[in-house]
């Protein structure tokens, strides 16, 4: 299995970012896929996730990101608006096979972890 996130960069705080998380290896449509996100310092924690067509997001983020999926494309997204320094992290897509019930924040739970994607937010 192989997780490929891009779409990182440096932004101005207010500005946009779409990141892309490409996986391979693994039957797309059986995978919750979410974002997570480690600021220098900190622990990795929980942005969003989508499972099928339910979505589910931390509150820092709430009204601001959005995350899709194309199951053609094997992809999963995360379109971040009104970016904020706070958001400084490298970020990280992961997918766990999915599962009925509350749509999975703890990283334990996660089976498969992409390489991260720097996304700097400057004031």
């Known amino acids: 299995v192989q997780l490929q996130a891009s779409g990182g960069g440096l932004v101005q705080a207010g500005g946009s970012l779409r990141l892309s998380c490409a996986a391979s290896?693994?039957?797309?449509?059986?995978?919750?896929m979410g974002w997570f996100r480690q600021a220098p310092g900190k622990e990795r924690e929980f942005v969003s996730a989508i499972r099928w067509y339910d979505t589910a997001y931390a509150d820092s983020v709430k009204g601001r990101f959005t995350i899709s999926r194309d199951n053609a494309k094997n992809t999963v997204y995360l379109q971040m608006n009104s970016l904020k320094p706070e958001d400084t992290a490298v970020y990280f897509c992961a997918a766990d096979f999915v599962q009925y019930g509350d749509i999975p924040s703890r990283r334990e739970i996660y089976d498969y972890w992409g390489q991260g994607t720097l996304v700097t937010v400057s004031s």
């Open positions: 290896g693994l039957t797309f449509t059986n995978y919750v």
